[in-house]
């Protein structure tokens, strides 16, 4: 099964704070992508990638930049982070031409 | 850009009997439904999926149907298990970008003794 990594595991901070959750996969997976899971909003994406150096804006992009500066290595970025933000992120990872998603342990963030 | 509907968003159901999730959908290209199954703590998990050329899969105890003509597509669990109790989402990749679906707001199951 494929792997898909995320750090830290849960994030505290304040409001107007800078925050960088990290994703990492090892399984040379072209595409690589950023959700949030909110009660009653389901999983919804952020941004994603389809190699080192692209960037695709998903759904719900206001308030996030994200980089993809490897093949492995999907970061998202919250520069002045906002109580709305306070969520579980979700990385995942798809092989080009298959259709499953992979996805990371997740990513609680709270931000005060 | 598509939209997927779910329901209900919790579901209760005895164990041994059947429980039936249905989704709905808006962009009629729309052409792959994955139903992936999220337990507690846990990440979301692919268990089955459907491509619009087919109406009917079955994998173990997890039917899935597919109405193109009507835009909906349901998960059904026969002979729930407790340890069938999870959040389900459904999804749907549109036909414009194939790059990206778009998930249902999720299905929490509960299986009762």
């Known amino acids: 099964e494929a792997a898909v990594t995320q750090s830290p595991r849960n994030k505290v901070t304040v409001t107007g704070g800078n925050v960088t959750l990290s994703c990492r996969q090892t399984?040379?997976?072209?595409?690589m992508y950023w959700y949030r899971q909110d009660t009653g909003h389901g999983l919804r994406l952020i941004h994603y990638?389809?190699?080192?150096?692209?960037?695709q804006i998903g759904d719900v992009p206001d308030g996030y930049k994200a980089t993809r500066t490897t093949q492995e290595d999907f970061f998202l970025l919250l520069e002045l982070a906002s109580p709305s933000q306070t969520s579980l992120y979700f990385c995942?990872?798809?092989?080009?031409?298959?259709?499953?998603?992979?996805f990371g342990p997740g990513t609680r963030l709270t931000v005060l | 850009g598509e939209q997927v509907e779910q329901l209900p968003s919790i579901l209760r159901v005895q164990e041994g009997s059947s429980a039936s999730i249905n989704c709905s959908y808006e962009?009629?290209?729309?052409?792959?439904f994955p139903w992936y199954k999220q337990e507690p703590g846990e990440n979301p998990k692919l268990i089955i999926d459907?491509?619009?050329?087919?109406e009917r899969k079955q994998i173990q105890e997890l039917i899935v149907l597919l109405d193109k003509k009507a835009k909906r597509f349901s998960l059904h669990i026969t002979d729930t298990q407790p340890g069938d109790s999870a959040m389900y989402f459904c999804?749907?990749?549109?036909?414009?970008?194939?790059?990206?679906?778009?998930f249902g707001t999720g299905t929490r199951l509960q299986v009762l003794p």
């Open positions: 995942a990872s798809r092989r080009q031409n298959y259709a499953e998603q992979f």
């Open positions: 399984n040379s997976h072209n595409y």
């Open positions: 990638s389809y190699g080192a150096g692209n960037l």
């Open positions: 962009d009629s290209a729309s052409n792959y």
């Open positions: 459907i491509r619009s050329n087919m």
């Open positions: 999804a749907a990749r549109g036909g414009t970008n194939t790059n990206k679906v778009v």
